[in-house]
Structure formats: structure tokens, C-alpha cells
């Protein structure tokens, strides 16, 4: 197949204005290092400690895959592969058994696995879909968001998901 002369960009998207961290009041009781997921808002708040928060827009989990509790980040992982679980598979026939870490994953830069569970806090190539219910029940986040948060949250962090 040959390559195309000028490469095909994918149409511009329009992004929400809180982007990368942006530092706001935050007057829960959560420690500093804490991470909380507010499904309802689409918001995650990593806490700072001093009343403040750092705020990002991620995409939930669709009706019937949301989830609330709280978990730990037990394991981090740069451009991680992604494996659809059977159920992903059998209602859509037509993906992968794996897709290997790169920019076309769809989990994205950089992936927080939440617990033992399947459940992660991870990029995405749809960046349309922050601020949306769109997942089967992780927090998607834009890439360099995530690329962002990825460097302050060690594993072992808290995660409430509200």
C-alpha cells in the first residue's frame, strides 16, 4: 500500500477549559495523595492537603459498568498493552485479543490499575469522549493529563470513587 504524500490528520476537537491540573478549592477530608473520582461531575481530584486540589475532566464508566468504593494503585504502567475482556469481545465481535502499548492503544500514555480489579485510570485515543459516559467502567483522561498525574502518584495511592 502506498504511503500518502501529506499524512491525514484527524479533525480538530474541541476541548473543555480544565485542563492539566487545574489547581482548585477542594474542602473534602481526603489526605494529601488521595485521589477521588466524582463520577456524577466527571471530575478526579488528586489532593493536595492545603484545601486544595488538582482537578481533571475523565470520561466514566456508561450506564450498568459504574462503580463506587475505594481502591489503590497497585500497579503503573507506561503505554500498557490492553487485552478486551471476553465480555468486551462478545458484544463486539470485532476487536483484538490484545492490542500492544502505543499511540494507537486504546488505554493510551500511561495506565493506573486500580486494585485486583480490571479497572484503571488511563489515557485515550478518543479524546472526545472526557467529560462523557463512554467507558466500560475505567476513568479515561486526556493523554497528557494522565502523562501529567502519572508522575505525582506513587503506587500505593488511595483512590475514592464517589
Request: hydrophobic share 40%.
Amino acid at each position: 500500500m502506498p504511503v500518502p504524500a501529506a499524512p491525514r490528520l484527524a479533525p480538530p476537537v474541541a476541548l473543555p477549559a480544565v485542563r492539566r491540573g487545574k489547581v482548585v478549592g477542594y474542602p473534602g477530608s481526603q489526605g494529601a495523595g488521595t485521589i477521588v473520582v466524582d463520577t456524577s461531575a466527571r471530575l478526579l481530584f488528586l489532593v493536595r492537603g492545603d484545601g486544595t486540589a488538582l482537578r481533571y475532566r475523565v470520561a466514566v464508566g456508561r450506564p450498568g459498568t459504574t462503580w463506587k468504593g475505594v481502591q489503590t494503585v497497585t500497579a503503573k504502567q507506561e503505554w500498557p498493552q490492553w487485552t478486551p475482556t471476553p465480555e468486551m469481545r462478545r458484544s463486539r465481535p470485532g476487536l483484538p485479543r490484545m492490542v500492544a502499548g502505543g499511540p494507537r492503544n486504546p488505554l493510551g500514555a500511561r495506565a493506573l490499575y486500580l486494585g485486583s480489579t480490571l479497572y484503571r485510570i488511563h489515557g485515550t485515543t478518543d479524546p472526545a469522549s472526557i467529560g462523557r459516559a463512554a467507558s466500560a467502567g475505567c476513568f479515561r483522561m486526556l493523554n497528557e493529563d494522565v502523562i501529567e498525574l502519572y508522575r505525582f502518584v506513587p503506587v500505593g495511592t488511595k483512590v475514592e470513587v464517589i
